[in-house]
């Protein structure tokens, strides 16, 4: 029969090499999972009790402090449990428990050393200085509140082109898509409208018809260079 209200809980485990004892900060009898808080830094450590062992339980009271002492028997397993449940329920009643179902350590009293966290008890001194002079600060504050102005990123303008041609048929666009896919196929044949008459270029004649197209010598023009040498 526990004795209300509680002081504080502390729970020593077995783990086969070694032990940890700590504050009771959480049972959880469906998966049971023993939580224990180690140090006055709140360092917890989580048990599974299928695999560990509960070797004692220290409650303290308003009165008196208790030691229950259970060993690996799984009847001793099953009370140390229960007495986990127990306080866990007192705990709940004296609303020293947080919404998750967590002890709230600081509602605990006269807790041990090793879990109060201690106040800086070390002395600073500083040597005697003389003739100090302080430094002026080489900042010049400003007079005034300086004025913030929300920044506004710069907006982008949008240019619209209209067309002035008109758009291409149906038919044109078939054609065109035709004429790309002989080009690619290497078979497209261009057709080459005929030049006019001013454009033509001049036949290229044989050397005997230049020299009558220039001159209109024939042979007479032989015979009159040979004339003329004689």
């Given at each position: 029969?526990?004795?209300?209200?509680?002081?504080?809980?502390?729970?020593?485990?077995?783990k086969g090499a070694?032990?940890?004892?700590?504050?009771?900060?959480?049972?959880?009898?469906?998966?049971?999972?023993?939580?224990?808080?180690?140090?006055?830094?709140?360092?917890?450590?989580?048990?599974?009790?299928?695999?560990v062992t509960v070797?004692?339980?220290?409650?303290?009271?308003?009165?008196?402090?208790?030691?229950?002492?259970?060993?690996?028997?799984?009847?001793?397993?099953?009370?140390?449990?229960?007495?986990?449940?127990?306080?866990?329920?007192?705990?709940?009643?004296?609303?020293?428990?947080?919404?998750?179902?967590?002890?709230?350590?600081?509602?605990?009293?006269?807790?041990?050393?090793?879990?109060?966290?201690?106040?800086?008890?070390?002395?600073?001194?500083?040597?005697?200085?003389?003739n100090y002079t302080?430094?002026?600060?080489?900042?010049?504050?400003?007079?005034?509140?300086?004025?913030?102005?929300?920044?506004?990123?710069?907006?982008?303008?949008?240019?619209?082109?209209?067309?002035?041609?008109?758009?291409?048929?149906?038919?044109?666009?078939?054609?065109?898509?035709?004429?790309?896919?002989?080009?690619?196929?290497?078979?497209?044949?261009?057709?080459?409208?005929?030049?006019?008459?001013?454009?033509?270029?001049?036949?290229?004649?044989?050397?005997?018809?230049?020299?009558?197209?220039?001159?209109?010598?024939?042979?007479?023009?032989?015979?009159?260079?040979?004339?003329?040498?004689?």
């Open positions: 029969m526990l004795v209300k209200p509680l002081k504080y809980v502390e729970v020593t485990v077995d070694s032990k940890e004892v700590g504050l009771l900060l959480l049972y959880e009898e469906v998966g049971d999972v023993l939580r224990l808080v180690l140090d006055n830094v709140n360092s917890t450590a989580v048990f599974n009790l299928r695999l070797t004692n339980i220290h409650i303290s009271d308003f009165y008196k402090s208790t030691d229950r002492i259970f060993n690996a028997s799984n009847g001793s397993q099953k009370l140390a449990k229960e007495l986990l449940c127990e306080i866990i329920d007192a705990l709940k009643k004296e609303n020293k428990l947080n919404a998750s179902g967590f002890v709230n350590i600081a509602s605990y009293k006269d807790i041990p050393d090793k879990y109060t966290v201690k106040a800086l008890t070390h002395v600073v001194t500083y040597p005697h200085v003389t302080p430094v002026k600060p080489s900042i010049d504050f400003l007079a005034t509140i300086p004025t913030y102005h929300n920044y506004n990123p710069p907006q982008k303008k949008i240019g619209v082109i209209f067309r002035k041609s008109e758009l291409p048929t149906a038919k044109a666009m078939s054609s065109m898509l035709k004429k790309v896919k002989a080009v690619t196929s290497n078979v497209y044949k261009l057709k080459v409208k005929p030049l006019s008459e001013d454009d033509a270029e001049p036949e290229v004649k044989d050397d005997q018809e230049q020299f009558d197209m220039y001159g209109d010598y024939g042979d007479g023009y032989c015979g009159g260079i040979h004339g003329g040498m004689m």
